[in-house]
């Protein structure tokens, strides 16, 4: 049972942030190509940054606690999961509080009704 802990707690995550989605309508799973340009960008550095601490040695896991399999570069299949679990629940999160609040929907411009001219007219 203990080899469950770490995909329990990824799991746990995303369940526990599913309402936020259905109930609040966050509307970042219909975003889903923003929502992988989110998970690359903010995941893709910790993970480079994994693979190149446990290569030096500087720490490692307890593969008691996971479920075994092991991606190229030593790390459980949990922890590369960790990296897109964790920026999805943060920007459900996120879209939720803006959302309830407000907050942040005002900040961007209006988009313009008038047709733009490339001639620079005045």
């Given at each position: 049972?203990?080899?469950l802990?770490y995909?329990a ?9 599913l309402p936020?989605?259905l109930?609040?309508g966050?509307r970042?799973y ?6 992988a340009?989110?998970?690359l960008?903010?995941?893709t550095?910790?993970l480079?940054?994994d693979l190149?601490?446990?290569a030096a040695?500087h ?5 008691t606690q996971?479920l ?5 570069g030593?790390l459980?299949?949990?922890e ?7 920026p ?7 879209e939720s509080v ?9 900040d ?7 047709p ?6 005045r």
């Amino acid at each position: 049972m203990r080899e469950l802990a770490y995909a329990a707690m990824l799991a746990f995550v995303l369940v526990v942030t599913l309402p936020l989605e259905l109930l609040l309508g966050a509307r970042v799973y219909a975003r889903w190509r923003r929502l992988a340009l989110t998970v690359l960008c903010a995941g893709t550095p910790f993970l480079v940054w994994d693979l190149l601490a446990t290569a030096a040695g500087h720490w490692s896991f307890d593969l008691t606690q996971t479920l075994g399999v092991v991606v190229p570069g030593d790390l459980p299949l949990e922890e590369v999961l960790f990296f897109v679990v964790i920026p999805i629940a943060s920007v459900l999160t996120l879209e939720s509080v803006r959302r309830l609040t407000g907050w942040g929907m005002d900040d961007a411009p209006a988009p313009s009704t008038t047709p733009s001219s490339s001639r620079g007219e005045r």
